[in-house]
């Protein structure tokens, strides 16, 4: 079987180019001569290989991430092309987990019976991903985690400009930081639940959490009964004006007792569409997607999901 693996020598601020030194021996002696390794040189560069090898069916019958959440999401990308078309789904992507999260690898693992077995005899799954746009925007964006609206997408950009990055620790501490800053914002969430009913929620919200998987941040479960292929997207809801409530029950979430939380809402859902009068950062699989911006009066985002058709090792 012939193999590509995708490292990120950047990931986890260039350890996981030492670790995967410490692994490769054994991945030839399990997998044989059948694998080749290619590094990214920039941002986006994982996308541009994943991309370039489906449409010159170059013989591979796997492509390997080795890598964290962001490579993932790169390589996700990289099976669309430019006019959003899936472009092979007989070429499943599987995940050597080296990055700072591990937050789609948990659920991954979760989900699988054996996922080391599953990589070697290359068994895969059709499995659900997600689409969001802004503004009725043609630019669509997937994500095959979570993507939220509100408080998490301002963490991550507290995040990217910060020199502490590392873990669990770090995650925690910048959603604090801006939570203690954040002010929630009015807005109007419609959307179609899981049978087909239209519903909306009028409220402050402090973060939407739409998730196709379970957890992000470092092992936050915000969707801990969230299932890959069910054709749903899972909405944890955070909103009200109190925000020390949701500090001091921190601890639950990442237990998966996300129920227990105050203020914290659970939906199943089709599509969503969040409408707002003031500005909203968006993210999706942790890259922030170009935050709105403060002198921009009303807009909308839309969710929906794609079901059952993204190859993916499991």
């Given at each position: 079987?012939?193999?590509?693996?995708?490292?990120?020598?950047?990931?986890?601020h260039?350890?996981?180019?030492?670790?995967?030194?410490?692994?490769l021996?054994?991945?030839?002696?399990?997998?044989?001569?059948g694998?080749?390794?290619?590094?990214?040189?920039?941002?986006?560069?994982?996308?541009?290989?994943?991309?370039?090898?489906?449409?010159?069916?170059?013989?591979?019958?796997?492509?390997?991430?080795?890598?964290?959440?962001?490579?993932?999401?790169?390589?996700?990308?990289?099976?669309?092309?430019?006019?959003?078309?899936?472009?092979?789904?007989?070429?499943?992507l599987?995940?050597?987990?080296?990055?700072?999260?591990?937050?789609?690898?948990?659920?991954?693992?979760?989900?699988?019976?054996?996922?080391?077995?599953?990589?070697?005899a290359?068994?895969?799954?059709?499995?659900d991903?997600?689409?969001?746009?802004r503004?009725?925007?043609?630019q669509?964006?997937?994500?095959?985690?979570?993507?939220?609206?509100?408080?998490?997408?301002?963490?991550?950009?507290?995040?990217?400009?910060?020199?502490?990055?590392?873990?669990?620790?770090?995650?925690?501490?910048?959603?604090?930081?801006s939570?203690?800053?954040?002010?929630?914002?009015?807005?109007?969430?419609?959307?179609?639940?899981?049978?087909?009913?239209?519903?909306?929620?009028?409220?402050?919200?402090?973060?939407?959490?739409?998730?196709?998987?379970?957890?992000?941040?470092?092992?936050?479960?915000?969707?801990?009964?969230?299932?890959?292929?069910?054709?749903?997207?899972?909405?944890?809801?955070?909103?009200?004006?109190?925000?020390?409530?949701?500090?001091?029950?921190?601890?639950?979430?990442?237990?998966?007792?996300?129920?227990?939380?105050?203020?914290?809402?659970?939906?199943?859902?089709?599509?969503?569409?969040?409408?707002?009068?003031?500005?909203?950062?968006?993210?999706?699989?942790?890259?922030?997607?170009?935050?709105?911006?403060?002198?921009?009066?009303?807009?909308?985002?839309?969710?929906?999901v794609?079901?059952?058709?993204?190859?993916?090792?499991?």
């Amino acid at each position: 079987m012939k193999r590509l693996i995708i490292l990120n020598p950047q990931s986890r601020h260039g350890k996981a180019a030492r670790d995967f030194a410490k692994i490769l021996p054994g991945l030839q002696k399990r997998f044989g001569e059948g694998i080749e390794v290619r590094e990214t040189n920039a941002a986006g560069h994982a996308t541009e290989i994943v991309r370039t090898t489906l449409l010159e069916d170059a013989g591979y019958q796997q492509i390997i991430v080795a890598g964290g959440d962001g490579t993932i999401h790169e390589a996700v990308s990289g099976y669309f092309d430019k006019n959003g078309a899936i472009i092979r789904q007989d070429i499943p992507l599987g995940i050597i987990d080296l990055g700072t999260g591990g937050d789609f690898f948990r659920t991954i693992t979760e989900l699988s019976d054996d996922y080391n077995s599953a990589i070697d005899a290359n068994s895969f799954s059709l499995i659900d991903y997600g689409e969001v746009s802004r503004n009725n925007e043609d630019q669509i964006h997937r994500f095959i985690n979570i993507s939220s609206v509100g408080l998490a997408s301002e963490m991550l950009e507290s995040l990217n400009r910060s020199s502490f990055q590392s873990g669990a620790a770090a995650y925690f501490f910048h959603t604090l930081k801006s939570l203690f800053h954040y002010k929630p914002k009015q807005v109007k969430i419609e959307y179609i639940d899981a049978n087909g009913d239209a519903q909306s929620i009028s409220t402050d919200l402090i973060t939407l959490f739409v998730c196709n998987g379970r957890c992000n941040g470092g092992g936050m479960q915000w969707a801990p009964n969230a299932e890959l292929s069910n054709g749903l997207l899972e909405l944890t809801l955070l909103s009200g004006k109190k925000k020390l409530p949701l500090v001091m029950s921190s601890s639950k979430i990442y237990k998966g007792r996300i129920s227990e939380v105050p203020g914290a809402i659970q939906m199943q859902a089709r599509e969503v569409t969040v409408k707002f009068h003031q500005g909203l950062r968006l993210d999706a699989d942790g890259e922030i997607i170009s935050p709105v911006k403060e002198e921009v009066k009303e807009g909308s985002i839309r969710f929906s999901v794609c079901e059952r058709k993204f190859p993916l090792v499991m």
